[in-house]
């Protein structure tokens, strides 16, 4: 089997990624969007990393989906909606067995991806790693965190996962990947749909802490419905401790809105929603929310879905 690293998306974490295993001695290989975009990219000759006050140029080879050659490993850092579609373009090139590593946001384009591609492993990711693009192909590492890998079906650690600690990311394999992204959901979903409505930093949601916490106690309500009290607990605590801790950041939601790009509503209050429906549950605070952000989506002409 090919050890080489297909990295799907050359985003802020696919890009980071990148470089980290291409600085290691890694073999890695981007996949790009299109000719055009590969073209462009051939031009610079490479993705840039800043950390702190340096940069450094690494010249990773890329391809379209169209390439050559069967793909063993990919990781898969686009966004959630473009998850399944660009699998499902790239699904001819997989080899039986491939591992894919589903590095999205949410939950449900982990489902929709491996029901593409039967014949290959899925690996849930869940990612507190900080980067942002400074520039086309340049990535700057903003932010220490840690990564959480796992398997929801086969337990067994994946051969290659000391490629992760030789490339200096910090990872740990993990039986519980559900527990950390329905966690991870809710976290998301108390915080970034209010920073859109109130249009404010994370910090500016100090002053309506009771919003956040009718929120909260609705989601870990919805969250040991759905078999995940590991998840429920002390989740308005650490919800507060994340506002604190990020007052100075805007969301990635918000982030995305300002900038007249589709967010991943659809798999974070959306998924929460269409979760709180399967089991019956009424939810007001939550449904409230969700109906309000599609509504402001839609005012700004954006997707709601």
Known sequence: MSSTWHILGAGSLGSLWACRLARAGKAVRLILRDAQRLQAYQQVGGLTLHEQDTANHYAIPAETAEGDGPIHRLLVACKAYDAAPAIARLAPRLADGAELVLLQNGLGSQDEVADQVPHARCIFASSTEGAFREDDWQVRFAGHGFNWLGDPLTPALP?????????????????????????????????????VLHECRN??????????????????????????PQAAE????????????????????????????????????GHACRAADRHGLQLPQLERLHRRLVDNLQARGLPSA
């Open 159 to 195: 051969e290659w996962f000391d490629d992760l600690h030789d490339a200096g990311i910090p990872a740990e394999w993990t039986v519980d990947i559900l527990t950390r992204l329905w966690r991870k959901l809710a976290l998301n979903c108390a915080i970034n749909p209010l920073t």
């Open 203 to 228: 910090g500016g949601l100090l002053e309506h802490l009771g919003e956040v916490t009718a929120l909260c106690d609705e989601l870990a309500e919805l969250l040991r419905r759905c078999g995940q």
């Open 234 to 269: 002390d989740l308005d605590e650490e919800v507060q401790r994340v506002i604190l801790a990020t007052a100075a950041n805007y969301s990635s939601m918000y982030q995305d809105v300002r900038a007249g790009r589709r967010t991943e509503v659809h798999y974070l209050l």
